[in-house]
Structures are given as structure tokens and as C-alpha cells.
């Protein structure tokens, strides 16, 4: 009954998205908000990693209407909030609750490129989930058309969201029966590959064909077999 009151709240809150973007003062305010709570939720969600993947899983599906919907404003909401997301996912992946007091805004974020890519820094408390608990090919395919969306924001958040995914999935361990799928060193060059797109992006105007051409080619890298062959 708690839970189902919870999910009755949340589905409704969410609805906050759909507001119109004036007064612009007041629906930004809230929709930030609404980011940090999301944030909040995950943090403070589950024990370990694995109960928190479950619920970073929740989350952006309940996001999938805004980041798909036919509104532009509403397309761009959803995006940042995604990748706001998965920034808080990342950081306790890697150990870390990011700075204090760093609220999310309604513009494009710097993807931190620093730091080892190993999971040889996490601590030894922290319960990692595996790779295969992101549920990889679905949410990619969530993300992907956004690459090409016909709004200049909404494209360069997209592609943040999926070098931030495949940045966060290379960390984690895989189930071993798969594990010989994924070739490192071609993941990491298209990782890499990737990265410079969303660095390129940020700092000046590009081919936007030519760009959506190289995520695509990153992402068929970067995708293991299974994962392809579980997107439904």
C-alpha cells in the first residue's frame, strides 16, 4: 500500500515535465527541483549498487515519455534530466557523491574525461552491479534517435547521455558466460571516439549527418552481441 501510494506520487510529480515553459522563472525553478529529487531518490534508494541500478533503471523509464515526447521543450527537460542521473549513478560507481551543493540547470554539462576507468578505485563496501543489470541495448535505443533530433540542445545532451552510459557500463564487471563478447581495447578507442564528439560538440558547429554517423559506428562497438539481441 506504501509502495503503491510512493509510485502514485512519483508517476505524478514527474508530470511537472509537461508543464509549459512560462512563467519561465517559476517552471525552471520546479523542474530543477524535480532533477535534484530524482537525484535524491537514487542516492538515498537502495544498499549497493545493484539496488540502486534497479532503481536508476526505474527512473529513466519513467523519464522515456519526455525524452521521446513531441514537445521540444519537453525533449530537453527529459534529456538533462537522464544525464543528470546517471552523473549521481557514476559517481558512486566511482566512489563519490560529486561536490556538495552542485545543483543541476537546464544547460548542457561537462562529462568529467578524467579519472581511471577501472573499478580498481571503488571501495571494497560498495557492491558494484554488473554490467548486464543496465540494461545496455534497451536504454541506448532509448537515447539514440535523440542524436538526431531536430533540436540543437536535445542532440548534444543525447550524446552525453550515451558516452556517460558506456563510460559507466566499462567500469563494471560483466557476467562472466559473456564476458568474451566485448573486445576492451576496440570499447575503449570507441569510447574515446565518443568522448571527442561530445568534447567537438560543445566548442563549435559540426556536420550534424557526419556526427550521428560516428555515435552510431561508436555504439555498434561499443554494444556486445547479447545486449543487441536484447533490445525488444
Known sequence: MILSCFMFHFQATLGFFALPTEPSNIVESLITNLIILLGAILLTSGEDGRSR?????????????????????????????????????????????????????????HI???????????????????????SLGERIMAYLPRCADTD???????????????????SLPKQKTSANDIDLE?????????EDIVSIIRRASVDQIEVFHRVVSSVCTLLSKDEVDNIS
Open 112 to 134: 568529467d574525461q578524467g579519472g581511471p576507468r577501472g573499478s580498481s578505485s571503488l571501495p571494497s563496501a560498495f557492491v558494484l552491479p554488473n554490467r548486464d543489470s543496465l
Open 53 to 109: 541500478a534497479e532503481q536508476l533503471l526505474h527512473i529513466l523509464r519513467q523519464l522515456d515519455p519526455y525524452v521521446s515526447a513531441s514537445a521540444e521543450h519537453q525533449r530537453r527537460r527529459g534529456c538533462v534530466a537522464v544525464h543528470e542521473v546517471l552523473v549521481k549513478f557514476r559517481n558512486l560507481c566511482s566512489g563519490g557523491f560529486g561536490a556538495s551543493g552542485s545543483y543541476p540547470t537546464l544547460s548542457l554539462k
Open 152 to 170: 540543437d540542445e536535445v542532440r548534444k545532451v543525447a550524446i552525453q547521455i550515451i558516452a556517460l552510459f558506456f563510460n559507466i557500463s566499462l
Open 186 to 194: 576496440s570499447s575503449y578507442g570507441a569510447l574515446s571516439s565518443l
